[in-house]
């Protein structure tokens, strides 16, 4: 069977290619979203700007999101983060970054796409309530993943203990 190529290296050219998906209007959960921003790409920048409406919530870390260009949905997604930090994760997706491989392919797939339609994206958010949970007799309520902040801890005391990460730990 051949190697299926990967979707996200070829972004969208023109808003027509939107047509096809689903209308926001029509979509279940709308009703618990609400519009936080706008993003306005900048093909000059080569980047999406961001337009608050909500600034709280544009803050607020842990959420499902939504890209609704001219009332398609064009993504649906979710972020430990908030959305400034976000897109700029989004905002790496430059092609000088895709052509040297330093960049996400769906970064890339997602400001590429945004910067050829190049046309107003709205962007709803549903921010789910934030589990409570004990490690090691320390609580937490936030939206970080229970697995990750108990790493988090056990790599912090380790290099408290012994100076350095295990070898092996090589990201930062």
């Known amino acids: 069977m051949a190697k299926q190529k990967n979707k996200n290296i070829v972004p969208l050219k023109n808003i027509d290619e939107l047509n096809s998906e ?8 709308k009703e618990h979203f609400s519009l936080i921003c706008k993003l306005k790409p900048n093909s000059d920048k080569e980047k999406l700007e961001i337009q608050i409406i909500d600034e709280a ?10 890209f609704v260009i ?19 994760s989004y905002n790496c997706g430059k092609t ?13 797939f997602v400001l590429q796409s945004l910067l050829k339609i190049n ?6 958010a549903f921010f789910p309530p934030k589990p409570r949970y004990e490690i090691f007799g320390q ?34």
């Open 96 to 108: 000088e970054y895709r052509i040297n491989g330093t960049n996400s392919t769906t970064n890339y």
């Open 70 to 88: 001219e009332g398609k949905i064009f993504k649906i997604g979710q972020s430990i983060s908030n959305i400034k930090e976000r897109v700029q």
């Open 139 to 172: 609580v937490f309520e936030d939206s970080y993943p229970p697995s990750k902040k108990a790493e988090n801890i056990i790599i912090t005391d380790f290099i408290k203990k012994h100076g350095k990460k295990p070898i092996g730990c090589t990201q930062s």
């Open 22 to 29: 689903c209308k926001y209007e029509d979509f279940a959960y």
């Open 119 to 124: 046309k107003e994206v709205f962007v709803y």
């Open 57 to 66: 919530k544009c803050q607020d870390k842990g959420f499902v999101y939504v």
